[in-house]
């Protein structure tokens, strides 16, 4: 069967078990700009106390509030930018590695805000979507190599699939280190900048479709006569099984759905209305749909 990572100009790497976060290479000071949804997810891989990395990590938020949930903690230091204008320039002082976890408008603004500050040789990495390096690039000092990353909200549970994608300004070592920073959330994919939006299309929104799958799938359960508790066990439980069982079988998502589909039988009269309802099709379009947003964001 062949290897769907072995596409040329991409590289793939499984998980990370504890043992390894342990052997690997130390990540060096690190700084995080902004902790949203995404960045926590990072911030709590990279707080894993199996991930070796130099302590304490220098995050800085808009509000106090926001700052203030890490009060105490040995591994973090937060300060709020509402009560420190210098806070995000005196986070990266001294770091090797900086993630920008703004949103994406205002990545450009945060990069050149901290551009001075940096250490030279420093990585910089962004998680937004619609924001090309070059932008980042133009506003940074010669010598600092910026990264692009893709991961997903699976991230949160340690499960997550970040692509990764190097900058002009990035080298394979730079590209290593960041490799090694999303490996302590799940499994990375490292691909060429042009294809950084199709990593967005397919897995960093991949979990939304999914998501919309099993919204219909219990309404269309509770259409045929179960009550929405027992729609939702039916659906979501199904989903979670199945899922299990594409990671463990050794068996792809074709055959797997070929086991459960007799000739003649239920399964494949269900299996015929989808693909009569052009469901590739709708798949291409999906995508290029997402693909086309990320090229409009890229363009203003």
Same mark, same amino acid.
């Given at each position: ?79 709020? *930018? ?42 910089? *990495? ?72 199709? *990593? ?59 086991? *459960? ?40």
């Amino acid at each position: 069967m062949p290897d769907p990572h072995s596409d040329r100009g991409s590289s793939y790497t499984g998980p990370v078990s504890e043992t390894t976060k342990n052997t690997l290479p130390a990540l060096p000071r690190t700084a995080m700009i902004g902790v949203g949804s995404m960045g926590g997810a990072i911030l709590a891989g990279l707080r894993d106390p199996a991930v070796a990395i130099a302590r304490p990590i220098a995050v800085t938020t808009h509000s106090a509030a926001s700052a203030a949930q890490f009060d105490g903690a040995d591994d973090v230091a937060a300060v709020a *930018v509402e009560q420190d204008a210098e806070a995000n320039r005196g986070a990266v002082a001294g770091a090797g590695l900086v993630i920008l976890a703004v949103k994406p408008w205002l990545v450009v603004d945060a990069a050149r805000e901290i551009a001075s500050a940096l250490e030279p040789g420093a990585v910089v *990495v962004s998680v937004a979507a619609g924001v090309p390096s070059a932008a980042i690039e133009a506003v940074l000092p010669a010598g600092v190599a910026v990264v692009r990353a893709m991961p997903n909200t699976p991230a949160h549970l340690g499960r997550g699939m970040t692509g990764i994608a190097g900058g002009a300004s990035a080298d394979a070592a730079a590209v290593a280190l960041v490799q090694r920073l999303f490996e302590t959330v799940g499994l990375v994919l490292v691909v060429d900048e042009a294809q950084i939006n199709d *990593v967005a299309a397919v897995s960093g929104s991949g979990p939304a479709y999914l998501f919309y799958y099993v919204e219909e799938m219990i309404g269309a359960a509770e259409r045929r006569g179960f009550t929405p508790d027992a729609a939702r066990q039916l659906v979501q439980q199904t989903v979670l099984g199945a899922a299990e069982l594409l990671e463990t079988s050794g068996e792809d998502a074709a055959q797997l759905r070929r086991n *459960v589909t007799s000739p003649k039988g239920t399964t494949e009269q269900a299996i015929f209305v989808l693909q009569d309802a052009g469901w590739a099709e709708l798949f291409d379009r999906a995508l290029a749909a997402n693909v086309r947003r990320s090229e409009e964001l890229e363009a203003n």
